[in-house]
């Protein structure tokens, strides 16, 4: 066994310290997979002195990683880090130009810079894969990438915050509010240091945008990620869903419309029967649909050390095996601009308001969603103790954009408190 | 755009014909993908003049595929036919000797002869990939081969056989019973010309072999894969399991034991609330378990035109992008012999037995599975309006040896009537 790969990793958190781990307990199994041997040589982190329950003798250690990304012993940089900005690109940036290849589990550095990156990979020769950077121990990127390659993809779907999940299967199971159980991700080290990532579908909308990419052969168009986190959404309305045989997810939906790319990231209601609905905790889920293939579910992990250091090692695997793909599964050159469709596409929606009870309080809002052009499916009064009545509204088909007009008009109704809660119901 | 990758498709029944048309339908985009045209130029079937719904013309026709294997006008050998001997078998041997690479669906023939193909491709310095022969659609090949390539896999299990699914699905739905059932999927034409092949479990035993092989590093050993079909499963099995919250399935189960390879293919009893569980119809489900990634659930279309021939083209996209892996993963020299324990693993059991009428009855089997050293965790006797009631028992943890010699004992007690029915309940 001959031609050693030779690794440098930057970031020794969670992610870092599992790939320090697997390459320890599973080499001789590595190097028989991958015919090579796979060896660490030198690291970098924040702190030396941390006790990270991985031995570190004999690895070279770097207190920059843009340095450890330039040093001429390592064939290939490991980005564990995170952050969209600062060392985590520069030194991303620094390994390519010196000729390494990059495995990332960095979404949001790919999010905001994956076409720059991708066209600096290509002309450096060299390949950026990242794997881990999208539903942790999925292997959904290769998933998309090479097993549905010969498919035209038609949409691409995932829960893709295990945090966000957790909150809502908890608040089901357990009655309690939305914000106790923030509290209690806080507690147990669920969220990220800025939590708005999680809660606010941002971490979940960078994943999703790097699946367009690849599904649709479009550049990274993180900024037409309609995006609308978990905070408002209630007890009741988990309820009330629950009646209509629905759950609740923070699902991000990807899909190519005659007007251009839609791209969502929002709570929506699927039946509680789908697989997606029946996801529980912080698990992930990745739903591929393609002209030949039909429907693929992929469940796993998303997040963890070991899954995440699975999905780096995959990638680490795949590169000393030979397998160098284009960053996104063509050149970046040949990825088209996206064309953004925001609220394209029609859908039922979940509407919950609060009637004040008037007479004639009802006839007003159906008369603005019938002027709206939207007809209702279904509609439920709640019995209420006090002066407004929670009112549910399935409508048939509409456009958001639709929507939000009728929702605009209701306000001046003068019958509706406080402002509807609206939910997409997505067919899976 | 140069370098062409010329095709030669043996077999034009449901998969080949789906080859074709996904080269036809997606020819631009598999191009940009791969980075090279793929051209089908020379095909092989049965009968000329049967209409197949894709246009044949400016492609060469052979009568013997063997002869198609060895053209110099094609690159890549599509082996769609089916069969483990004569014309599949002598066709891909054919085309490894005459230099060309090999992509195949044919699971049988790689459960019988994998490990001397892949020997045979690797001394030709060619590849042979198969992700169409195990579970239609899923990319499970690709998964397990690459995506958790860095993983010791602790275990493997899949529902991947279709029509099976489908019959113990509609046996609950529509409470009819197995030979219904069974007709109705002769007449849809969903088994295949010997269905034993489908109801007696050889299908998916062939699949389950070899993703053992993949996962443990093993030479292919379908021979020691322990297969017992579904046909013994009557309605009341499925009630009396759906009362205990469990769903029956025709589940494959491999892991490596102490005592070397267990291969089971049985029916099983799984939680219903499980993704197993929830598996209903025709779809097919593989679940993967690594020592760094925990568990991962692959659900999709196991069978069909469009679903099996996205998994074919897959493998011809790899070729074509120059992703060349050995057939299972590693060197075919270096994947030890497997060793066969057969019922290693011990797990609780459902037991069903006709019990006689008479004082005593209970005791005596309750005798008889205590001296074997089997713990009953609980036991139901039914209603019932003849001499004989049926007596549903759930064992503690004990091996299938144990089991099978328990159950060889009742026979001696004069009190059950015909032999038991014993169904392993999987913890998934």
Not at 123 to 136: C, L, M, N, Y
Not at 151 to 169: A, D, Q, S
Not at 335 to 356: E, K, N, T, W
Request: net charge neutral.
């Amino acid at each position: 066994m001959t031609n050693e790969l030779r690794l440098g990793i930057a970031g020794l958190g969670t992610v870092g310290s599992g790939v320090l781990r697997i390459l320890r307990d599973n080499a001789e199994l590595i190097a028989a997979r991958s015919g090579r041997r796979i060896t660490p040589v030198a690291v970098s982190a924040r702190d030396r002195s941390r006790d990270r329950g991985v031995n570190l003798d004999g690895l070279a250690w770097e207190d920059d990683p843009t340095a450890l990304a330039r040093r001429p012993d390592i064939d290939l940089f490991i980005e564990v880090m995170g952050g969209h900005e600062g060392a985590a690109r520069a030194s991303t940036e620094a390994a390519l130009a010196a000729g390494k290849d990059v495995v990332s589990a960095n979404k949001a550095l790919l999010a905001h810079h994956g076409q720059a990156l991708a066209l600096a990979a290509e002309s450096a020769g060299r390949v950026i894969r990242f794997e881990a950077a999208v539903a942790g121990g999925i292997p959904v990127i290769k998933a998309l990438t090479e097993g549905l390659a010969a498919n035209r993809i038609t949409r691409v779907m995932g829960v893709m915050n295990g945090t966000c999940n957790y909150i809502l299967t908890r608040m089901e199971e357990t009655g309690q509010g939305y914000n106790v159980l923030f509290e209690e991700c806080a507690r147990l080290g669920y969220l990220e240091a800025d939590p708005n990532l999680d809660v606010g579908g941002i971490d979940a909308g960078h994943k999703l945008s790097l699946l367009s990419a690849i599904a649709f052969g479009t550049q990274v168009d993180f900024a037409n990620v309609e995006i609308e986190g978990i905070t408002a959404i209630t007890l009741d309305d988990i309820r009330h869903a629950g009646d209509m045989g629905f759950r609740i997810k923070l699902l991000g939906v990807a899909q190519m419309t005659g007007r251009g790319l839609e791209q969502r990231m929002s709570p929506c209601l699927v039946p509680a029967g789908s697989p997606l609905g029946q996801l529980q905790g912080g698990t992930n889920m990745v739903v591929l649909e393609g002209d030949a293939v039909g429907q693929i579910v992929l469940r796993g992990p998303g997040a963890g050390s070991g899954p995440t250091a699975s999905a780096v090692m995959a990638d680490v695997i795949d590169i000393a095996r030979g397998i160098r793909l284009p960053t996104f599964g063509q050149p970046a050159a040949t990825l088209r601009a996206a064309r953004a469709a925001r609220a394209a596409v029609a859908a039922p929606y979940y509407l919950r308001l609060s009637l004040q009870d008037k007479p004639g309080a009802l006839a007003k809002v159906a008369r603005v969603l019938g002027d709206a052009g939207i007809s209702i499916d279904r509609m439920r009064q709640y019995g209420h103790d006090d002066t407004a009545a929670p009112v549910l509204i399935v409508t048939h088909k509409c456009t958001r954009t639709t929507l939000d007009e009728a929702i605009a008009g209701l306000a001046g109704t003068g019958v509706v408190e406080g402002p509807p809660v609206a939910l997409r119901i997505e067919a899976v």
